[in-house]
């Protein structure tokens, strides 16, 4: 298990994110057992928290503080519940409606980590007398090195990648070496009710699982054009926020495209409230130009090879990197498609999490003619 | 380990957990009878459940059927305003108006709420001074703006958070002026505070045993004889047909003798709290020069020391001080833990930056001079780190906004 490296010197005094589910709990036991001095702390995010879990949110309910808080009772350590929903709507659920709005797909999760438990969270804890912050991730951390948990289904190595070395530094995965089956197993051995909790997948903010309703609510419509690669209108849509590059359904299209092949949308532009859409062909993208980078590991000379991952779950790439103004730009060893701005692109040499960057837009150097798709209109 | 949280809750009397044991006890070796059975352990339970009845009415100065056990103050104040609304609202369908302190617990706060989304109630909220207490004209004004439409007026004795001191003589005499019935939430008063259901002249007084020694899982509701009040629990009818459910007897036993106790000691223990409440606020104030006492500074219980530490996270102070083995509160907490910016201290115009940094030190039984002392030798250093905890996270200057 990693520890910062003064853990030897004195009994390391650890604060253990709890959300009530297996994973947390039973990284909160892996500090137990490892002799640390744990507490236990489950952060409230939500303003008015529903009393039972419902669907497969993850942390967000009455219930699942009360999870946690027995996890916490049969651990033997302290538990508090600490209210970062303030945070959490203006660092998460703010920034997840304005970057919709701006026309890009943002990873809430991917935020939480940066803002909410490696920032304000950690934060607090080490002003506190914490030496570091404990949370049920899969993936592994030894010596500042980040990489993916042994459990490739469920590794987290991308959700984390936005962290800098200082707040990894202070951060613990004990789950890293683990696949889920043997977490799952264990937190059954330790008695832990949440052993055969499941897991969660949805947003934790939206309570009906609606990603589509939820942001109607926040952004209202916006109707504007559907148009294709040359601008010619096809159709209208009630407000981009409903769009992801590479979405398929629900364009509603009144002409066919000439080929009677189906189309994509290809970018979105919040500036003139347009989707644009193509055919397949048009999709794939190899050079991928992102914002300036977070290093975790030590930059390597540009240009270099490595791998890159473009969403969580998504497919690994080769790519060569290079510097692009304040940013870089990858161009992709084999093209791929819904590649969307907001999102992280995130560098792997092998299993180790080099560094990421956030996706700005992309572009089609192969196939019928370059065609650039500045993703959001704020590119450059 | 100082505990410093019997406003929560109190250790239970010695005496009090024989007395149960033994009751208890009692019913393993032949006299396990329900209280309204007719045989003989019957009647023999009967017997001990109007003994406790009246041992209880003489202690708080009522008359035996004046008591209406309960299962705690909860349900008390439940019965009281629901029970004492509907009942009157029968008797005269324009008397839909509650009046009830802004400083209420919830049980009253969230009672007068439901009764206003489910059944056409109109919620008068009596404001507060900036000491937490209410004013007497503001209670006579809004009983003069139409005094047949109002059902109940409900105003605490002690207020549970900032120990602030009502001036219920005052209050219910403005009520009776225009016919009104008053009730009053007694819970934290019992023990430190001189409470005489008789003398204060309240039509409905709650009260309950774990704040003064006494069991979790029972208390009372003091009903005056001529108080109409429709039920809350429908069922056998046990208790003067307003309160249903099987009676606990040594529930009740334990009740009776931690009042007892409590009453009997209260002239030794109030000053002894007051003591050691004004050492400790100022043995704070001492180590912490900018913290600040809410609440009444002489018109408050015995035990009660609530103060802000402006710059602070009350649930960070909560933290640090129970790592220390100092067991307190931040004054009010909902059923998932968090803090919120309590509603007590929101009412008395504190800015919520002084809201946040509240903690709430509540002395009883147990209480000792040593109890006092670590938490003054404590209190700077916590407050210290507390802040440089608020600062880091930004929470102190509203940083969570500013995205």
Redesign the interface.
Known sequence: MNAPADSEVRRLKVLAAMSGGVDSAVAAARAVAAGWDV?GV?L?LSRQ?ATLRTGSRGCCS?ED?NDA?RTADILGI?F????FA??FA??VI??FVAEYAAGRTPNPCLRCNEKIKFA?LL??A????FDAVVTGHHARLTDGRLCRSVDAAKDQSYVLAVLTREQLAHAVFPLGDSTKDQVRAEAARLGLAVASKPDSHDICFIADGDTQAFLDRRLGERPGDIVDTDGAVLGSHAGTHHYTVGQRRGLNLTRPSATGEPRYVLSISPKTNTVVVGGAADLQVDVVRCGPPVWIAEPPAQPFDCAVQLRAHGMVSPARISADGDGLAAVLGEPQRGVAAGQALVMYDGEQVLGSATILGTERSVGSGAAAHPAAASTG | MPYLDHAATTPMLPEVIDAISASMRASATGVAGNPSSVHTSGRQARRIIEESRERLAAALDARPSEVIFTSGGTEADNLAVKGIYFARRAADPARRRLLVSAVEHHAVLDSADHLVSAAGAELGLLPVDSDGVVRPEALAAALAEDPGSVALVSVMWANNEVGSIQPIGELTEIAHGYGVPFHTDAVQAVGTLGVSFAESGVDAMTVTAHKIGGPVGVGALLLGRGVDCVPVLHGGGQERDVRSGTLDTPGAVGFALAAELAVGRRAELAPRLARLRDELIDGVRRAVPDAVLNGHPVHRLPGNAHLSFPGCEGDSLLMLLDARGIECSTGSACSAGVAQPSHVLLAMGTDEQRARGALRLSLGHTSTAADVRTVVEAIGPVVERARRASAAVGVAAGAGRSA
Do not use: F, K, N
């Open positions: 507490t489950h409230a928290p009455l503080s808080r302290p508090y519940v600490w209210d303030e945070r203006a660092d703010d920034d304000a934060d607090r080490l002003a506190l007398g």
